[in-house]
């Protein structure tokens, strides 16, 4: 049983009945600062997963992700809640339902951002959600035993949402990497940071700088 089925939409749940309490305008406001602070999280999730490293190889690609995320995410809800003092009005019924259908689209891209960063902890399996496995004796992935309900695969359209505003909107200036042209299946090689252990249990999936050096050896000419 996937049990992060059951999860996610007990957090949609959540999200819905929250912000369709506060209403459509806080709302909204909400969920554009996800967007923001989802690609802002993805733009350096990279180079913060590198400097994390040296010193915490395991746990590098999901906290250089998540924790720029909720720093961003609290820090610019903090500065808007500032800037924006009076809420707008609009009818009860409004605020309802349309804060509701708002908060859980902001809470479909949180629950995807926390997913796939966690995704590369070195777990076998998320409350048992496994999108791939190995297979034969050459070890080819196809999907895994435990998949998440299709509505539900918040990782992979949230991935693929960052994937597309990378390329777009939120196009670096001064690169042409983007995360769409250089992790075209982030979800996929998330899932691999677990399946190591299925080959070896004491295997890696993360080493520090430094510690392995490769030397090439020069072919020796024949005379």
Do not use: C
């Not at 908060?103 to 995807?112: D, E, H, K, M, P």
Request: proline share 6%; glycine share 10%.
């Amino acid at each position: 049983m996937v049990l992060l089925n059951f999860a996610i939409v007990v957090f949609l749940v959540g999200m819905a009945a929250i912000w369709s309490t506060y209403g459509l305008f806080s709302a909204l406001v909400h969920l554009f600062v996800v967007i923001v602070a989802g690609a802002l999280a993805f733009a350096v999730w990279e180079p913060a997963a590198q400097l994390l490293l040296g010193s915490v190889p395991p746990i590098a690609w999901t906290v250089g992700l998540l924790l720029p995320f909720v720093v961003l995410l609290a820090v610019l809800r903090v500065l808007l809640d500032k800037k924006a003092k009076a809420n707008v009005q609009f009818p009860a019924n409004v605020n309802r339902f349309g804060g509701g259908l708002v908060g859980i689209a902001s809470g479909y891209l949180t629950a995807g951002i926390m997913v796939f960063g966690l995704s590369h902890l070195p777990l076998e399996g998320l409350l048992g959600y496994k999108p791939y496995k190995y297979t034969g004796a050459v070890q080819e992935l196809e999907p895994g035993d435990g998949q998440l309900w299709p509505m539900l695969d918040v990782d992979r359209k949230a991935y693929a949402f960052f994937s597309k505003l990378s390329g777009g909107s939120f196009a670096p200036t001064f690169s042409e990497a983007t995360l769409a042209n250089a992790r075209p299946d982030g979800v996929k090689l998330a899932a691999l940071t677990g399946l190591h252990l299925e080959v070896s249990p004491n295997s890696a999936a993360a080493i520090r700088p430094g510690d392995v050096s490769l030397q090439w050896a020069k072919k020796a000419e024949l005379s």
